[in-house]
C-alpha cells in the first residue's frame, strides 16, 4: 500500500503535530510504502521569510529523522524540489469547483488573519490533492483538522476519472481514533495549533523537560477532580487522551488507573509522561540538525526518488487531457 503525506515547515512543530501526524508517518513505513513531502510550497501561501523557510525545511526534516524516518524505509523529499507538484495542481484546477475551495474552514480562518489573502490560500488544497494524487498514493495519515481536505482530493479524483477516464487513485484519509485532535492546555476548546495557540498551552517537542512539566501543571481544567472523560470537561479529557497516546492504551484504562488520584497527582504523571515520550526525539534532533550537508542530502535522494513516481503519473494526466504532444511522441 501507498501511504502520503505531507508536513508544513513552518514554526515549531508541538505535541499535536506529533501526535496526530509525525507518529502515523513512522508507522506507516512499517505499513506500506510511505512517502513523506516538507511542503515548502504550501508554506509560501501566507507572509513568510525567505531565509527563515530554508531553515525550517531542514528543522523538520531534522525532526522526522529524529521521531524515527528512515530514508532506507521512506521516501522523505522537499516539494520545492519537485516541480510536478505545482503542474499537477495547475491541471487539477480545471477538476476544482471553485465553490468547493470557497467552503473550505481553514481557508476561511486563515484568510480572516491576513491582510493580502493570496490566490496561492485560496488554491492550497488544490495543490495538497496534487501531492497526494502525484504518487496514486491509497491513504494519508493526518488530524482531524485535515478531514476536509482529504475529502476534497477524493472529489478532484473522481471527477477528473469521470471527466478524463481512469486514471488517478481515489484515496481516503487515516485520522487517529486516539490524539486526532490535542486540544491546547490554556483554551481546551481549540486545537494546539502553531499558528493560533497560546504559548503557555502549547507544547513544543523541543521544550525542555522543565517547561513541559509547567505547562502540564497548569493546564486549564475545570473545578472537579474525577479523572473521567467528558464534553463538558475538554481539559481534563485532552490530557487522558494524551496519556493514552503515550502509554499506547485505551482512554478508559487512563480513567482506571487514575481514578481517585486527583487532577494535581495526574498532571504532574502526565508531566512527566510526555517528557520520557519526547526525549530520544530532542536528542536525536540536536545531533541530526548541526549537519546541514547530510539533511540535504537526504532530501535530495527522495526528491530524485519521488519525482520518477511523479512523473509517471503527470505523464498520463497530460495525456488524458490533451495537454503537451501525444504521449507516443514524448521521447
Ligand atoms: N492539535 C492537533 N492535534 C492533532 N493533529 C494535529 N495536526 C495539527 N494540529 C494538530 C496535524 O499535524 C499535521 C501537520 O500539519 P501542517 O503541516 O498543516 O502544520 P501546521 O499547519 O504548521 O500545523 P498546525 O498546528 O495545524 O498549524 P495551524 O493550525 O496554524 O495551521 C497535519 O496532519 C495536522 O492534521
Known amino acids: 500500500m501507498r501511504i502520503f503525506s505531507g508536513i508544513q515547515p513552518t514554526g515549531r512543530k508541538h505535541l499535536g503535530n506529533y501526535i496526530g501526524a509525525i507518529r502515523q508517518y513512522v508507522q506507516a513505513q512499517e505499513r506500506g ?11 509560501t501561501t501566507v507572509p513568510y521569510d525567505p531565509a527563515a523557510l530554508r531553515r525550517s525545511v531542514l528543522d523538520t526534516a531534522a525532526m522526522l ?47 480572516a488573519r491576513h491582510e ?18 502525484a504518487y496514486r498514493a491509497e491513504e494519508v495519515p493526518v488530524g482531524a483538522d485535515q478531514r476536509q481536505h482529504v475529502e476534497l482530493m477524493r472529489d478532484i479524483a473522481l471527477r477528473f476519472n469521470e471527466r478524463f477516464g481512469e486514471t488517478l487513485v481515489v484515496p481516503r484519509h487515516r485520522i487517529p ?38 505547562k502540564l ?3 486549564v481544567t475545570d473545578s ?17 487522551e494524551v496519556m493514552a497516546v503515550i502509554g499506547e492504551t485505551e482512554s478508559a ?27 530520544p526525539v530532542r536528542e ?32 498520463d494526466v497530460r495525456g488524458r487531457m490533451g495537454v503537451g504532444p501525444p504521449p507516443a511522441a514524448v521521447p
Open 253 to 279: 484504562d487512563v480513567e482506571l488507573e487514575f481514578d481517585g488520584a486527583g487532577y494535581g497527582s495526574f498532571k504532574q504523571a502526565v508531566g512527566d509522561a510526555v517528557v520520557e515520550f519526547l526525549a
Open 217 to 219: 501543571k497548569s493546564a
Open 65 to 111: 529523522l529524529a521521531a524515527g524516518l528512515d530514508p532506507a524505509r521512506c521516501v522523505l523529499f522537499r516539494q520545492g524540489d519537485v516541480a510536478e507538484h505545482p503542474e499537477l495542481c495547475w491541471l487539477l484546477c480545471s477538476v476544482t469547483a471553485h465553490g468547493d475551495l470557497n467552503r473550505m474552514h481553514q481557508f476561511k480562518e486563515k484568510s
Open 284 to 315: 536525536r534532533y540536536a545531533e541530526l540538525r548541526g549537519d546541514e550537508a547530510a539533511l540535504e542530502a537526504v532530501l535530495g535522494e527522495g526528491a530524485e526518488r519521488a519525482r520518477v513516481l511523479a512523473r509517471e503519473t503527470l505523464a
Open 224 to 240: 472537579g477532580r474525577d479523572i473521567i472523560r467528558s464534553p463538558e470537561k475538554p481539559g481534563i479529557s485532552n490530557l487522558i
Open 33 to 43: 510504502e510511505a512517502i513523506l513531502c516538507i511542503v515548502d510550497l504550501h508554506a
Open 177 to 214: 481514533e486516539v490524539g486526532a485532535r490535542i486540544m491546547d492546555l490554556q483554551e481546551p476548546e481549540r486545537k494546539m495549533s502553531t499558528t493560533d495557540s497560546t504559548e503557555q498551552g502549547t507544547i513544543y517537542v523541543l521544550d525542555q523537560p522543565s517547561a513541559i512539566v509547567k
Open 116 to 133: 493580502l489573502v493570496s490566490a496561492g490560500l485560496f488554491l492550497y488544497p488544490v495543490l495538497q490533492a496534487a501531492d497526494v494524487l
